[in-house]
């Protein structure tokens, strides 16, 4: 059939279970698709390409299931009821499926979409408009060496010389709020959402896991389900 789509599955090969759902007109390139984009670091998907670049590093890859395939009309409904079935809790899939991705082929900006964009506002002006350059007239002190030792610490210092917050001292108000963001408590929990464990801070959690702090944050405030398999809350 001219116009048919494939609902396909990539499944584990380590524990045997579908962790992602899509749609495709050809499923075996928009796997190859996966593979390439996991190696490249795109994480429009970061779970998915996470994962996938987890199983290449050992040496494995996810295994490529055709599910169903169906008409280029009703694919939205077939995909929904496909990752319905496997519940979007167990999957890596962004959303309930169904949502056609932007068709970019062709597009052009307008003249006045070029003139708005703030590459086009900047070209052939300075960044710095009202404050000048601390090595304007100045011969840069790592002239003519190689990335070095000494050529990193040399560029340390030239920023520590030159940076603005040098001697800038923080409200009470300030130190406090840091203090109170850093501290909050955090609970690891399970698939059930019961408490398995406590940590005083984002980083104590992060150190005993293995996991970024900034990412544990992202958990507990809904921007991320999880993070490698992790979920958890504020305390």
Not at 134 to 161: D, I, T, V
Request: positive net charge.
């Amino acid at each position: 059939m001219k116009n048919e789509v494939y609902i396909y599955g990539l499944k584990c090969p380590e524990k045997g279970v579908i962790r992602y759902i899509g749609k495709s007109k050809n499923p075996k390139a928009r796997y190859h698709t996966h593979l390439s984009h996991s190696k490249a670091e795109r994480y429009d998907n970061i779970h998915l390409y996470r994962w996938i670049a987890k199983l290449l590093r050992n040496e494995l890859k996810p295994e490529l299931i055709i599910l169903d395939s169906c008409s280029n009309t009703d694919w939205k409904e077939k995909e929904k009821e496909w990752i319905n079935k496997y519940g979007l809790d167990n999957l890596l899939n962004m959303n309930e499926g169904g949502i056609e991705p932007p068709d970019n082929t062709g597009f052009r900006w307008s003249e006045e979409q070029k003139a708005n964009h703030s590459s086009h506002k900047r070209k052939g002006k300075p960044q710095w408009t009202n404050i000048p350059h601390p090595l304007l007239g100045k011969e840069h002190p790592a002239k003519g060496q190689k990335r070095s030792k000494e050529f990193c610490e040399l560029m340390k210092k030239q920023r520590l010389e030159n940076n603005g917050m040098k001697g800038v001292k923080l409200s009470k108000e300030r130190i406090e709020q840091i203090k109170e963001v850093n501290s909050k408590r955090v609970a690891l929990l399970d698939d059930n959402g019961n408490i398995q464990k406590e940590y005083n801070s984002q980083s104590e959690a992060a150190q005993d896991l293995g996991l970024h702090h900034s990412a544990i944050g992202r958990v507990c405030k809904g921007e991320y389900k999880h993070t490698k398999g992790h979920k958890f809350k504020w305390i």
